[in-house]
């Protein structure tokens, strides 16, 4: 059994920051990649940033520039930082891990529950 527990949204202003984390628990053998998808009221889920196990980053062009991606491999855990906050942001945001387990050792995705990020004045 695999867990992925996201915490860090909630609501702010415009121009503010968040910042999201997600950490991974349970029958892991390896993580691989982990990352950040959002899905905004009325549209489907993107992605937002990824990092991988060596710490190369990938980010969409909306976001670059203002949130950064970070993790801390020996706590499974996936960070990001979001400054300068637009409305347009205003998303739940989701946590994604590429893994295998202790059981099977394949790579699956795995999801978190969401958060929700509101940005507003």
């Known amino acids: 059994q695999v867990q992925l527990v996201e915490s860090g949204g909630g609501l702010v202003q415009p121009g503010g920051s968040l910042r999201l984390s997600c950490a991974a628990s349970?029958?892991?053998?390896?993580?691989?990649?982990m990352g950040w998808y959002r899905q905004g009221p009325g549209k489907q889920r993107e992605l937002v940033a990824t990092?991988?196990?060596?710490?190369?980053?990938n980010y969409v062009d909306p976001v670059k520039g203002r949130f950064t991606i970070s993790r801390d491999n020996a706590k499974n855990t996936v960070y990001l930082q979001m400054n300068s906050l637009k409305a347009e942001d205003t998303a739940v945001y989701y946590c994604?891990?590429?893994?295998?387990?202790?059981?099977?050792?394949?790579?699956?995705?795995?999801w978190g529950q969401g958060t929700q990020v509101t940005v507003s004045s």
């Open positions: 994604n891990a590429v893994l295998s387990t202790l059981r099977t050792r394949a790579q699956n995705d795995y």
């Open positions: 349970g029958s892991i053998f390896s993580i691989y990649a």
């Open positions: 990092i991988t196990s060596g710490g190369l980053t």
